[in-house]
Structure formats: C-alpha cells, structure tokens
C-alpha cells in the first residue's frame, strides 16, 4: 500500500500528510508536512505512540507492519535471551554506583480536561466539554486549542459537530493529550510552541523507569497554588525522545491509580513540591518536574491513607510498600510534607 499521500495525526503538531519516504541504511523513514513545517518519523515504528492514520484501510496496513516488526523482536529474544543479574529492587542503587544516567520521579502539568468526569472521575477520557472549550480559547490561551487544525477549534467554530469531535475522540483519533491521557496512560513532554526551537520535540533526560509519575492539573480561574494531583503511575515503559518524536513515559499495568474529584483536591501538589530557586508555588514553563524520592514517597503514602475504605485501599498501600521497597525508603519512618505551602 502507498504511504505517500496519507493523512496521518501527530499528537502535537496535529494532522498532515506523509509526502516522502527516506531508507538510510536498514531503517526506513517518512516525513509529514504539518503546517509548522516538515517532520521526520521512523516508520512504522512512530504508529505505535506518535501517529495515528487517518483512514482505517492504512490504519489496518501498518497495524500488520507493526505486528510483523514486533514477532520479529520476540523471535530474536528468544534466540539471545539477555541476562540480567540485577535484583529487580536493587537497579536504582546499582546504576548510581555505576555512575550511569540520574534517576528520576517526574511530575507532568496538565492543562485540564473535564472530557468523561463524574463522581469518581476528574476526567482526562474524552474531549472537554463545550463551556471548558470556550474558556481554554478564549480565556485560557491554550496553544493547541487555538490552532486551526484542532479539533476543539473546529467545533467551536462551528466546522464540526459535537457528535464528530466526541468520535473522533472514541475512535482513538487525535484531540489532545488530556483526552486520552487516563485511557492510554501515557505521559507525553510535548513540543515547543515558540522561540528558536519552535516545533521541536522535548526530551525527558532523565532515566524515569520504575520511578514515580505525578498527573497535576488545576481547574480554569483557580490560583497555581491550587494545582492537585489527579493521577500516579509507575513507568513501566519509557522513551527519552529525539530530534523527530517527544518523549513519554508509560504505566505499569498494574501500579496506577485515579483519584476522584473530592480525593484529588485534597492533594495539592505544591503541599510536597517546593522549587529550588524560590519557595512560591510557580510552574512557570515546561510541561515536566522531576521529583525526589522521598517526596514521591510522601505523596503515594497519603493517596493511600485517602483510598481507605474505598476498592483501591489494597491496591494503594501495595503500591506504596513497593515503590518503597525498590527504592530503599522505610515506609514506616517517612516524614511529613514540606513543600511551598508550607514555606509561605
């Protein structure tokens, strides 16, 4: 089937087309034209976590490529099964003797997203409702929001009904990252919006497996001082990005857990988290923080005294004595929080 002239969504540059492929050496590349300009991706690889295909029939095309590519790896692992004589919660203390790449828990900013709130849920599964898309155009100043190719642009401006934006958004096309944030559990760094490196993807450079990954977000008209946190997840899986895709990091199937409206706004993140360079509760710019581990420690300690008593008290406790354990903290002896709110 032809690439070229395929309609493909990125999730940050929106949607373009693929005009060329590229073969440097063994690995095959196509580049995408957006309207911020040109774009290289590995191929197929960039439509496992970067792309989406627009039309099903390629779409069912480069699912088969990815099928055949992925076989292919796990009939070589089996053929050179690599050893590892590492204790699984012993990896962190080891690469630090080793001198290797720091690790780090990392903390995302959100902008965000009421798509699929209810009672037990801040949203994050679906695109905003139609008051939240007014406010992120026009008062909020969203970058992606406000770009013509987006589809909450789209339907606010009359171009698409609610009824496409809502399927497109089901059928796993491009909206934004909050959309699907907490159905694919993935965190992406994005790309820069502005300045010289417009149009860039963000790398994490830090090595965040088995660490912590702390959702934030804060309502529309609220203070920065009221950022909470909505999600947490083990990475289980992580990319550090290059000068083609941004990077993210994944969930552990098992260790995430989603709080609930009323759980979350009784986490403040800046209760544990407190700059270095001053002790206000400001972001500022980037989408990311690395955190220490005591103060991921701190936070996964206190969801799991708020989920007592609900379904995911088990859950949240083994969650904390594990991420303890494989970092060497003692889950009983861990201090209380510190952080901006309480430096004022």
């Known amino acids: 089937m032809k690439e070229i002239g395929q309609i493909v969504i990125h999730k940050s540059f929106g949607e373009g087309e693929i005009c060329r492929k590229e073969i440097e050496g063994k690995q095959q590349y196509i580049i995408v034209t957006f309207s911020i300009g040109e774009k290289k991706f590995v191929f197929p690889n960039a439509f496992e976590k970067f792309l989406k295909a627009k039309d099903k029939k390629f779409k069912d095309y480069v699912d088969l490529l990815l099928k055949n590519m992925n076989d292919q790896l796990e009939k070589e692992k089996l053929k050179n099964p690599v050893k590892n004589d590492i204790p699984f919660n012993n990896k962190k203390q080891n690469k630090r003797k080793n001198n290797e790449t720091e690790e780090a828990n990392i903390a995302f900013k959100c902008n965000y997203c009421d798509g699929g709130k209810n009672k037990n849920r ?61 159905r694919e559990w993935t965190a992406y760094a994005g790309a820069y919006h502005m300045g010289e490196r417009e149009g860039k993807p963000k790398r994490i450079k830090r090595e965040t497996y088995n660490n912590l990954c702390i959702l934030t977000t804060r309502e529309p008209r609220t203070l920065e001082e009221d950022r909470f946190i909505f999600a947490v997840f083990l990475v289980d899986d992580s990319f550090e990005g290059d000068e083609y895709q941004e990077g993210y990091v994944c969930a552990h199937p098992k260790y995430k857990i989603e709080l609930s409206p009323t759980e979350a706004k009784k986490m403040l993140f800046w209760k544990y988290y407190c700059n270095t360079s001053n002790n206000t509760p400001s972001w500022n710019s980037g ?14 300690r206190d969801i799991s005294r708020l989920k007592k008593g609900t379904k995911e008290e088990d859950l949240s406790k083994e969650f904390y004595e594990y991420y303890c354990k494989i970092h060497n903290i003692d889950s009983t002896n861990v201090r209380r929080p510190k952080g901006a709110l309480y430096k004022r």
């Open 287 to 300: 989408l990311f923080r690395y955190v220490e581990d005591y103060v991921s420690a701190q936070i996964l």
């Open 122 to 182: 801040v949203g994050f599964r679906g695109a905003c409702s139609s008051k939240l898309i007014s406010i992120n155009i026009n008062e909020e100043k969203r970058v992606w929001c406000n770009q013509e190719e987006c589809p909450c642009f789209l339907y606010y401006n009359g171009k698409k009904t609610r009824k496409e934006l809502d399927a497109e958004c089901e059928e796993d096309f491009y909206v934004c990252y909050e959309s699907q944030l907490l």
